[in-house]
DNA sequence: CATTTCCTTACGGGATTCCGTAAAAGCATA
DNA sequence: TATGCTTTTACGGAATCCCGTAAGGAAATG
């Protein structure tokens, strides 16, 4: 089994929950941080000392509070992590359900396994665990269990989420088109982002802009 | 202390670590249920057999699954409740932290405390059990402490909450003045509820519609 | 009962979205 | 360079939103 492990999670009411799985599997070393940061700093440290972890149990969300920081989401953790310790496992452990971030997860951030915080998620919480300590890939909570190779949410990039981004911070197409110009973002003719919204808008079933926003708020998109 | 205890929670990792302070503060019985209907028949069962709980410790949110329910969140629970046995205690622990649904808890609800799940909520928690114990009213957990007095939130009624529900929802002007007809809802004139979205727009700062909707999802208020 | 006040509804013009069509520009191929 | 294909941009009319003004009606006041 695993011998070094972190833990990054802000709630003390679920980390406590996990921490007691890992102690379950015996696992000799539990770290524990609340806030990305830490997290960052703990595996650089060890990594100096020649004491790298093997895994790190991950949250998405992170409240904020008083106490300013770098990173402020798990994403933004495991990318740095991904930067100075490339080898290290990783499992996220989240409330998050929608297809679109979890498949991101797995392909943009390559984490090993994905658990879904649920009414039997400590189950699969330790199978998770023990199923990426026999390096399989890929593992998914049984709650969620979709089809990797299902197009339909993959097909939103960037582009879209940035024009749903501005959208959604008031702005209209004419100021959406000059941003764009700014930042160097191609296509930028307000005609364009217009027919870009369009396709989302069938995509979605969105009856105008506003219906559009509502959707992608629920699907976590922004 | 308390005597007998229900605790209304979804996560079997958060479950864990409230069922273990209700044990340290010596709660003799201690029941937990994953879904609000479940927590409804209990109450009911417990009533009728002359052994009613004390306390209630409730999340807001529930996940849904393949399990058909008719009561689909912490506030639906709670109004039931009220309606069945009035005396009963209630705390709320929820990671929401909106002011608006919080002071509508107490005022609306009837609650007796709100813990907020955070870095410390296990302790706020202890705390907040105790001082309803001894009958304090309208406790609230210390990462919180907003004022009750301040309107800035309360304003906001469900009548512009059913504005904002079928915004997103995509409807135009004209399908929400049909709506409200239908519902006898009034005022139900195009031009009133313009008005009424117009001073919402204010409120929240919205440059338009889009932003408006975006900032109420946020808020929580849809 | 007349007057005032507030709330609701109606109206109108400008801004923006919505949606289709067409021109212009970029790109690959021969 | 010419040709065809795709992407991007431009344009225009209808629908809807946006915002101010005013008319109509109900309740409050004297």
Redesign the interface.
């Known amino acids: 089994m695993f011998k070094k492990v972190l833990v990054a999670e ?5 980390s ?3 921490i ?1 799985v890992l102690e379950e599997l015996n696992v000799s070393t539990i770290h524990h941080v ?1 806030y990305c940061d830490d997290g960052l700093i703990k595996i650089k440290k060890a990594l100096h000392e020649n004491e790298p972890y093997d895994l790190l149990i991950s949250d998405l969300s992170f ?1 904020s ?1 008083h106490r300013k920081t770098t990173l402020s989401s798990g994403e933004e953790l495991i990318e740095a992590v991904n930067g100075v310790q490339n080898n290290l496992k990783k499992i996220v452990f989240s ?1 998050e ?1 929608k297809n679109f971030r979890i498949k991101s997860l797995f392909n943009d951030f390559g984490i090993n396994a994905y658990v879904s ?6 189950t699969e ?1 330790r199978n998770a665990i023990e199923a990426v300590y026999r390096n399989e890939e890929r593992i998914l909570s049984s ?1 969620l269990s979709f089809n990797f190779n299902d197009k339909t949410l993959i097909e939103i990039e960037s582009y879209d989420i940035s024009i749903l981004k501005l ?6 197409l004419e100021s959406i088109s000059k941003e764009f110009k700014e930042l160097s973002i191609t296509p930028n003719g307000t005609s364009s982002i217009e027919k870009r919204i369009n396709k989302l808008k069938i995509y979605f079933k ?6 559009l ?2 959707i992608a ?2 699907f976590g998109l ?1």
């Open positions: 802000d709630l003390d009411s679920i406590l929950a996990v007691q609340k409240k509070d409330i359900d915080k649920g009414r039997n998620s400590i919480l709650d959208l959604s911070r008031g702005y209209i969105a009856n105008n802009n506003v219906h926003i509502a708020k629920d922004v």
